[in-house]
């Protein structure tokens, strides 16, 4: 049966595009038929982070108009035939996304789709709450920040309200818990919370814990998301997390800094020095 997933996270630029991107690819990758749509009207990341902006021609809005089918409007991946995008529209308004139309297009792609992505806008409002509203499943985006964090917490109270599943006591969305851009130095500085802390507040499974990493950047530039550079912390990280989402159990990495045996021998030194 055909998953839903909202990748969401309350506040803006977490890495929500980020994640739905990789995440897509990750599944794709397993030999899942996986879809994954831009719910960010007005802005189109994800065409951008996947490498296919100049491949659309018909986006989400265009389909629930009517102007298109579905099919005019998926793109298919060049890398992975089982992964098709579903682009936002860049220049029509916020309310051209209706609840109906939305899950008309749902419909529509359960029939062929193992797995949906839907990528979320940012904040709490209409936006967001129609990328979750058929949610099966949310990967809640959270970074190590209290703001972050709050964000997050609120999300998860709409989720566990506010969506169809929720209305029609259809049993509970599952939530899992994204811990993106995570910098253990900064932890170990008292700058960023760390994976504990979040953990205690938000209280619910641990997907996985993504590092921040340069690797992120230099992928979006190229057009090709993260997972894909298998030599890379991030990289890993999100195939880790996949792996997770699937069922298997794999032990979380990244959570130490890196130099850690250098940062020794450089203390060591100053000592000596003093
Ligand atoms: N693990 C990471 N390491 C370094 N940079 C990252 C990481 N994850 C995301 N970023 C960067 O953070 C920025 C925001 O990422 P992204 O667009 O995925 O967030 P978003 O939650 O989708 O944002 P929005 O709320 O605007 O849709 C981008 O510049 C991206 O390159
Ligand atoms: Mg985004």
Redesign the pocket.
Known sequence: MTKIIVVT?G??????????ASFAVGLANRGFKTAVIDF?IG?R?LDL?MGCERRVVYDFVNVIRGEANLNQALIRDKHNKELYILPASQTRDKDALTLEGVGTVLDELRKTFDYIVC?S??GIERGAQLAMYYADSAIV?TNPEVSSVRDSDRMLGLLSSKTKRAEEGNGKITEHLLL???SPKRVSKGEMLSLEDVNEILAIPLLGV????????KA?NSGVPVIVDSESD?GQAYADAVARYLGEEVPLRFLEEKSNWLKRIFSFKEKEVV
Do not use: C, F, M, Q
């Open positions: 996270s506040k803006g630029g977490v890495g929500k595009t980020t994640t739905s960010d802005l990341n982070i990528d806008p940012a985006v993106t851009r995570y993504i590092p921040e990493s340069p690797a992120v950047l979006s991030a």
